[in-house]
Nanobody, 122 residues
């Protein structure tokens, strides 16, 4: 079992930045690929970005490429999402998730955090 807790969400103006954190506990979190998903009101949950278990590979959704950056510190069992040049379209609940697979499919993730709200005002 892996327990994930996100933090760092909040209200920010368009063009601003936020850094989300996801702390993992339980089974060896460093064995898992870690991803961020988001879900806006009335929309399906969508993939944002993923990082391999050892941090050597990342992948981003086109909508965030060049603005968002994922990283991890396995010594701290923590994954980060640096979000820059935020726009109102980025408003959503952001979830971190863990999987043995390097995948963008939400149904292939075994563990999920409770989510953190990000609101971008125009």
């Amino acid at each position: 079992q892996v327990h994930l807790v996100e933090s760092g969400g909040g209200l920010v103006q368009a063009g601003g930045s936020l850094r989300l954190s996801c702390v993992a506990s339980g089974r060896t979190a460093s064995d898992y690929a870690m991803a961020w998903f988001r879900q806006a009101p009335g929309k399906e949950r969508e993939f944002v970005t993923i990082i391999a278990y050892d941090g050597t590979k990342t992948f981003y959704a086109n909508s965030v490429k060049g603005r968002f950056f994922i990283s991890r510190d396995n010594a701290k069992n923590t994954v980060y999402l640096q979000m820059n040049r935020l726009s109102p379209e980025d408003t959503a609940v952001y979830y971190c998730a863990a999987s043995y697979l390097f995948t963008t499919r939400a149904d292939e993730y075994d563990y999920w955090g409770q989510g953190t709200q990000v609101t971008v005002s125009s």
